[in-house]
């Protein structure tokens, strides 16, 4: 009997030992599952913040492209006529606030702002330019003894479609909205940096370490250009950490996306969880000799519950998992799939889910799809609408991965996040770049892509609207009540112009009228007798009854007219109208086509 039962302990503690390494290799193969989406989510999560901070340094590329294209430089050494376009220009943007210059091709200094001081043509930040391009980080030294940030953009300046020159613009990284969007991603658990290709710290979501270097492993990391996402481990002051590094071609001039954060905060409570687990299987194998039938009723206990738990999270997931056939039906899906859709529980069973997709983005998800089940093992992600029970569109985020092969699964695996207000943001940086922050207006982008776009299809009648009057409202009363005043002009101005005609904001006090369709004289002087007249009559501003006017220049462009030309003949005449003071109307031939000038 006593045999007996040593055999039974003996059985029953190889049972435990058994039990308990499968349970080992069981929460190791879930820790690596669990690490392996984590990592991914992280990785997906990078290359977008890093593709919405490439697309804002790329505007800025482009504002700048667009004035060396849209402005006359002479290209003199010490012009004072591109010493002043420079200022004005650097005057009223928003992003080149800093300074400008143009230097020859090979970087020899032309012309430049002197308010601030630019860095020399030295500085190694330039390295990664060449002629043309994103410098890195430049420190330039200021009064109170803190050096300023400092990066480079240039474009080329083409004459006759050769580079004649280079315009540069300057930018102070503490104040461009692209440090203001990376602020916003500040955490207690990681920071978010963007990092020049020598490794210093250019935006940050701590701004204390803008200008600071990262580490070298980092560093070198960047310096390899991988195509992908990597992740990084190193350690720092004793602390093991790791980063999720994007660089390559996501962001522009050799910059790279880093998010950096200990390993204990990234593993979190999954590895906590894991190890939890291990330490109890091992407590289970020293007792499980003197109270094995204990033992393996609380073991029983506890993998109810922890089944029970991992329903739970599976249930009420926001992400939707499921799994579809060949033919694109659901063959398994998580329950929160049909609760995040609205559908009623179980019903997306055997459905198509191409029937879900927004007929727009119908075909590219049947082309992506079809070319999925060719590769082996292949992923894929793309963002598309989907429309739940009542038929609204939501933006998701897929991963899609080709398991076939996998007699566990045989289908393709979808995992789809809601991406909604990542689209939304997305969607906003595009309007808020194309339009004035005061008014509301179209800017000068958003004018000259309309008026490229009506000059292929037909004529358009431009009238360049600048105030008269407006610096003296403006220093008597303040700039808020200048600012208050361009909302109320812009008020007025929309209330002149018909459905079809775009009226934007280009400059301080100027504004721009399309009229497309518009070939007769008379219609054009006639917009500009009600623009006039709209803004004669006085204005209500913070208290005070304030008068101004306007001079009104008027080009009709006919089809095929360049664009730059058009709006440069426009205000031509504007200013025509503003030597001739008191002379209300006057009609002079031009290159491209005819323009008007009114008072």
Not at 224 to 236: M, N
Request: glycine content about 8%; charged content about 20%; overall charge neutral.
């Amino acid at each position: 009997m006593r045999l007996r039962n040593w055999i039974a302990v003996v059985v029953s503690v190889l049972l435990l030992v058994a039990v308990g390494i499968v349970g080992v290799l069981v929460n190791r193969s879930a820790l690596r599952a669990a690490d392996t989406v984590h990592r991914a989510d992280t990785q997906a999560l990078a290359v977008n913040n890093a593709t919405l901070a490439g697309s804002l340094q790329l505007l800025w590329a482009k504002e700048l492209a667009a004035y060396a294209g849209s402005y006359p430089f002479n290209l003199g050494a010490g012009n004072a006529g591109d010493s002043a376009a420079l200022t004005d220009f650097v005057r009223k943007s928003d992003v080149f606030s800093y300074g400008a210059a143009i230097t020859t091709p090979a970087g020899s200094p032309l012309n430049a702002t002197t308010v601030n001081a630019l860095p020399p043509a030295s500085d190694a930040g330039y390295q990664t330019m060449s002629s043309t391009g994103f410098s890195g980080v430049m420190l330039v030294p200021s009064s109170d003894g803190k050096p300023v940030g400092v990066q480079a953009v240039a474009v080329p300046v083409r004459v006759n479609g050769a580079t004649a020159a280079v315009l540069v613009g300057y930018t102070e990284l503490a104040s461009t909205t692209l440090q203001a969007y990376t602020a916003k991603l500040k955490s207690s658990a990681h920071v978010t940096l963007l990092v020049d290709s020598s490794g210093v710290v250019g935006f940050s979501s701590d701004a204390n370490a803008i200008g600071t270097v990262i580490d070298p492993q980092i560093s070198a990391a960047i310096r390899a250009r991988a195509s992908g996402p990597t992740f990084v481990e190193y350690k720092s002051e004793g602390v093991d950490r790791i980063a999720s590094v994007v660089s390559g071609d996501v962001l522009p001039g050799g910059w790279a996306y880093v998010r950096t954060q200990t390993m204990a905060s990234f593993d979190g409570a999954v590895h906590s969880r894991s190890q939890t687990i291990n330490v109890t299987l091992l407590a289970m194998l020293l007792i499980g000799a003197v109270g094995i039938s204990i033992l393996g009723y609380r073991t029983q206990v506890q993998r109810r519950q922890a089944d029970e738990r991992f329903q739970a999270l599976f249930q009420h997931a926001p992400d939707m998992v499921a799994v579809l056939d060949g033919d694109g039906r659901v063959a398994f899906s998580s329950p929160s799939a049909a609760s995040v859709l609205h559908f009623p529980a179980g019903s997306l069973q055997g459905s198509n889910v191409f029937e879900l997709v927004h007929p727009d983005d119908r075909a590219q998800m049947v082309a992506v799809f079809e070319d999925l089940k060719t590769k082996h093992a292949g992923v894929m992600r793309l963002q598309t609408r989907i429309l739940n029970a009542g038929g609204v569109a939501t933006w998701f985020e897929f991963t899609a991965s080709n398991q076939m092969h996998n007699p566990a699964l045989n289908g393709i695996v979808i995992n789809a996040r809601d991406i909604s207000d990542n689209r939304a943001f997305q969607e906003r940086l595009t309007y808020e770049a194309q339009h004035d922050a005061l008014t509301g207006l179209p800017n000068r982008r958003r004018l000259q892509d309309a008026l490229d776009s009506s000059l292929r299809r037909d004529s358009v009648a431009v009238l360049f609207v600048d105030l008269d009057g407006f610096k003296p409202v403006n220093d008597a009363y303040g700039h808020e009540a200048g600012d208050e005043l361009l909302r109320q002009v812009a008020a007025r101005l929309s209330s002149c112009v018909r459905e079809q005609d775009v009226l934007a904001r280009v400059g301080g006090d100027e504004f721009v009228v399309l009229m497309p369709g518009i070939v007769a004289p008379d219609d054009a002087e006639s917009m500009s007798g009600r623009v006039r007249h709209a803004l004669s009559r006085p204005f209500p501003v913070l208290g005070h009854e304030v008068t101004i006017g306007a001079s009104v220049g008027i080009h009709l462009a006919a089809p095929a007219d360049d664009p730059d030309a058009a709006l440069r003949a426009a205000d031509h005449a504007m200013y025509a109208v503003k030597r001739r003071g008191g002379e209300k109307r006057h009609l002079e031939p031009v290159r491209t086509g005819r323009h008007r000038a009114a008072d």
